[in-house]
């Protein structure tokens, strides 16, 4: 207990590490329908009105699962609030700090030399050595993106349903301010300058808040009273340009990616499949090139869900480490937002920037100058969940388990065999929390696609009893988290990101009225749940790629060369207040699975094409 009690003075509101029951699992599920086209409306609308088809539905679903281990939670008092608290000394990411998240990049880089060298994707501090060697301007970038997403051309943007809103006026002050910083010699940070995408779920100065719906205020007087949100301001400061709103699922509550009201975006790397949800547009931005950094927000997997099916990196920090306000948060209990990004560095250097704590919050400031910084003596303990990691599909599990070997082999680190009890029941509680939480938020209103009217009426079915039981267990899983880090300091819990390889659009009438599959959903959500709904940090890396649907060898593990390849992402979720452990860890791995990465079809070269309106421009003037 000496130890147990050390850590919790190191944190507030740190759980008691108290190992969960061990308890047979359950593999008893019903299948839930698939609902796509004028089918998915009708059960909409029947659904809305008929309480004993609710009340099947939500039994179907399994939400009343947690009354058979209701014994295990009868003297559980309910934790509502998976929020921990790091105090001031409680890791080196913690130290008060204005260092640079990393180190500067030489300004001798080239395009040429950039070019020749072919990474996967330009990062930040690509960019950031460009805009200092004067070879790109932060002008000349945004003017190269925009084509691309605006929809208010004809034809629209070839990018532009990743998109929802883009103030073009807005998007070119901040980058013509941010070209002069550059040529005075005073960039604000190394964000200065850098395109960032921004889900549509933040409020920004300018723009409305659409959530992804159409039944949001969007009229004028409504946009007149949005100020920045927190991690908006933040951006700002450090010179970041705004390029726009991202699309995102309708209010954040599905992971397919689908949004028939404003579009969906399709998969960069195969358009017959979702990019993953909730924050779809900001993960296609990333992986298609066209910004080397986004902004998601993570209830259910939001974040790390799309990041593993477009093969990028994403980060879902700590609960409350980043301050929705003066906003809401209208999943409170398990909603973040967060970082997506190209790389590792540019994921830190992201992080370190809107991680800085509102004056209203508790948390310490974050040293951005520690979070990729190299620690010999820290531990590299990979922790594996093995019942709950053979869940996943053959190819997915071959895939991650090929990377922890050899981070094994080749990093230094050492896998131990852990248990977490109530895995299946706690993925019912976790999605029964979250639909409970938006039915208190959004209103009943046939404006709603049907997809999330569905989940909205599921949400209004459950019951007190079950709610409490719910948050009973989020206590008990909490605490077992706390005595397996107590076990192994410093560990990181390692399984694949999803149980499945990727989500198949499977009928064209699914991208006009979306698609309700419970089924796909919750695989998707398998295994990102526990670090929403215990609070806890989790990250996806790249991991390679499974043959698409349709092919003789579907399901298989694919190479860099095969068409149509769908990724597959590896996660690790961190103790509370680890975000600079999960980094370190993270980059351990890019450095092994860079070799596996590659470019989507429709990857957009923005460095090449803002170094043409550079010549382009410097034609203009010598022809004067």
């Known amino acids: 207990m000496g130890g147990s009690t050390a850590i919790q003075k190191r944190f507030l509101l740190y759980p008691a590490a108290i190992r969960g029951p061990s308890v047979p699992v359950e593999n008893k599920e019903k299948r839930n329908p698939v609902l796509s086209g004028w089918v998915l409306v009708v059960c909409a609308f ?8 609710r009340e099947f539905a939500w039994r179907n679903a399994g939400f009343g699962s947690l009354t058979r281990i209701s014994e295990f939670l009868e003297n559980v008092e309910p934790r509502f609030d998976p929020t921990v608290i790091p105090l001031e000394d409680t890791q080196p990411e913690s130290v008060v700090s204005t260092e640079e998240p990393s180190p500067s990049p030489p300004p001798s880089l080239s395009i040429a030399t950039l070019v020749e060298s072919a990474p996967v994707r330009y990062s930040v501090a690509h960019y950031r050595s460009l805009f200092i060697s004067g070879e790109l301007t932060p002008l000349a970038v945004a003017n190269a993106i925009l084509p691309f997403i605006r929809r208010d051309t004809s034809p629209p943007g070839e990018h532009s349903t990743a998109w929802i809103n883009v103030r073009v006026d807005l998007v070119l002050k901040a980058a013509e301010a941010s070209t002069l910083r550059y040529k005075e010699g005073r960039p604000l ?7 960032v995408a921004v889900k549509d779920e933040y409020d920004v100065e300018g723009y409305p808040t659409t959530l992804g719906s159409a039944i949001v205020p969007t009229d004028e ?28 699922v309708e209010f954040g509550m599905d992971t397919s990616g689908s949004n028939p009201i404003f579009g969906t975006p399709r998969n960069p790397y195969n358009e017959k499949y979702y990019t993953g949800g909730s924050s779809s547009g900001s993960a296609y931005a990333v992986s298609a090139g066209l910004v080397p950094i986004a902004m998601g927000s993570d209830a259910g997997g939001s974040i790390r869900i799309p990041s593993s099916f477009c093969s990028v990196y994403g980060l879902k920090p700590t609960h409350n480490r980043l301050s929705y306000l003066p906003a809401v948060n209208h999943a409170s209990t398990c909603a973040v937002q967060g970082p997506i990004a190209a790389d590792i560095s540019s994921l830190a250097a992201l992080y370190g920037v809107v991680s800085q704590p509102h004056p209203a919050t508790s948390f310490p400031k974050v040293n951005p100058s520690t979070l990729m910084s190299e620690d010999s003596n820290r531990p590299k303990i990979i922790g594996i969940p093995e019942t709950w990691f053979n869940r996943a599909s053959p190819a997915v599990q071959k895939l991650c388990r090929r ?19 109530f895995l299946k029941e706690g993925q019912k509680a976790h999605a029964l929390t979250m639909l409970t939480d938006a039915a208190t938020a959004a209103p009943l209103d046939g404006g709603i696609s049907p997809t999330i009217r569905i989940l909205l009426a599921l949400g209004r079915t459950t019951r ?15 605490q077992h988290l706390a005595w397996l880090w107590r076990a192994h300091p410093g560990m990181v819990v390692v399984t694949p990101t999803t149980l499945c390889a990727g989500w198949p659009i499977r009928e064209p009438n699914e991208l006009r009225h979306g698609v309700s599959d419970g089924d796909t959903t919750q695989e998707t959500m398998g295994y990102v749940w526990l670090a929403n709904f215990c609070g ?12 698409p649907e349709g092919r003789p060898d579907q399901g298989e593990v694919a ?39 590659c470019r989507p079809p429709g990857w957009v070269d923005i460095v090449e094409l803002a170094r043409r309106e550079i010549e382009k421009s410097k034609n203009v003037e010598s022809a004067k």
Not at 413 to 418: A, G, S
């Open 46 to 53: 029947l659904l809305e009105r008929l309480g004993f088809l």
């Open 189 to 195: 940070s190394p964000l200065d300058g850098i395109p």
């Open 221 to 248: 007087e409504t946009v007149k009273d949005i100020v920045d949100s927190w991690c908006i301001e933040k951006l700002k400061e450090a010179g970041a340009i705004i390029m726009g709103k991202t699309n995102m």
């Open 403 to 421: 990377l922890i070997k050899r981070l094994e082999a080749e990093k230094g680190y050492k896998v131990v065999p852990i248990e977490i009890p």
């Open 464 to 478: 007190a009893t079950d709610f409490l039981l719910a948050q009973k267990l989020r206590r008990v899983l909490m």
């Open 536 to 547: 806890a940090p989790g990250v996806t890396v790249p991991a390679g790629f499974v043959v």
């Open 559 to 597: 190479d860099v060369e095969t068409p149509g390849k769908v990724p597959v992402g590896l996660m690790a979720v961190g103790e509370w207040a680890g975000e600079a452990a999960l980094l370190r860890f993270a980059a351990d791995a890019e450095g092994l699975c860079r070799e596996h990465e």
